[in-house]
Nanobody, 125 residues
Framework: QVQLVESGGGLVQAGGSLRLSCAAS????????MGWFRQTPGKEREFVAT????????DYADSVKGRFTLSRDNAENTLYLQMNSLKPEDTAVYFC??????????????????WGQGTQVTVSS
């Protein structure tokens, strides 16, 4: 069982930066591929970024490539999403997810075994 708690969301102007954190409980954090997804009202939750268990493999949605950077600290059981050059279209609730160990990375909602409660990111124009 993994419990995930996101933090770091907020209101920022376009072009600004935020860093989201996802703190995981339990001693199995390093066994799980991790990811961030986001959702806006009326739309399905969409993939943002993913990271393998050892942090050597990453993948990003085309819309955030070059602007967002995902990292993890397995010693601290924490996942980070550094978001730079934010745009109004990045406004969403951002969810941290842990995948089942059989996946190397997670790119779809169905790959996730555990979810955080979400943190709101609002980018003003």
């Amino acid at each position: 069982q993994v419990q995930l708690v996101e933090s770091g969301g907020g209101l920022v102007q376009a072009g600004g930066s935020l860093r989201l954190s996802c703190a995981a409980s339990g001693r199995t954090f390093s066994s799980h591929p991790m990811g961030w997804f986001r959702q806006t009202p009326g739309k399905e939750r969409e993939f943002v970024a993913t990271l393998s268990r050892d942090g050597t493999s990453t993948d990003y949605a085309d819309s955030v490539k070059g602007r967002f950077t995902l990292s993890r600290d397995n010693a601290e059981n924490t996942l980070y999403l550094q978001m730079n050059s934010l745009k109004p279209e990045d406004t969403a609730v951002y969810f941290c997810a842990a995948g089942t160990p059989r996946y190397r990375v997670i790119r779809s909602n169905s790959d996730a075994a555990y979810w955080g409660q979400g943190t709101q990111v609002t980018v003003s124009s």
